[in-house]
């Protein structure tokens, strides 16, 4: 179905756009990934490769390990934001090793963190995941 390459391709581009983004933030402006971030680049990074392959052999059946991948990643992704925002869960955060999970390198409006853009990119993802129909 045409639809299901088209929805391939958004899996892939936003998981492109949130792999630059996180090598950006950790390359170029030298923000130092904490634990937790760590955890959503390796659930992440092979999202991108997974629909890169799958649009290249046309295999939709990539849209499962896609699936799995985003569902954790969105998992992680909002214990991470919550760790972030909510001061209780914050107080628990001092068992990660380096960089506290509670920093908060950028909050633009108040609010978006890089756990949330994460987070964004993961339901994003995971949704696509759910409209790519088997033929």
């Given at each position: 179905m045409k639809n299901?390459?088209?929805?391939?391709?958004?899996?892939?581009?936003?998981?492109?756009?949130?792999?630059?983004?996180?090598?950006?933030f950790s390359e170029?402006?030298?923000?130092?990934?904490?634990?937790?971030?760590?955890y959503q680049r390796i659930l992440?990074?092979?999202?991108?490769?997974?629909?890169?392959?799958?649009?290249?052999?046309d295999d939709i059946n990539v849209r499962l390990y896609v699936r799995v991948m985003s569902g954790i990643g969105l998992i992680v992704?909002?214990?991470h934001y919550g760790l972030q925002k909510i001061p209780a869960l914050g107080e628990s955060a001092n068992a990660c090793m380096g960089v506290s999970c509670t920093v908060q390198y950028i909050n633009w409006a108040g609010f978006i963190t890089i756990p949330l853009?994460?987070?964004?990119?993961?339901?994003?993802?995971?949704?696509?995941s759910f409209l790519i129909k088997k033929d």
């Open positions: 299901n390459k088209i929805y391939m391709q958004m899996i892939f581009i936003v998981s492109l756009v949130a792999m630059l983004g996180s090598l950006y170029i402006r030298l923000y130092e990934p904490c634990e937790m971030c760590w992440m990074y092979p999202v991108v490769l997974l629909s890169f392959i799958g649009l290249i052999k992704s909002a214990y853009l994460a987070l964004t990119a993961f339901i994003i993802i995971f949704i696509l």
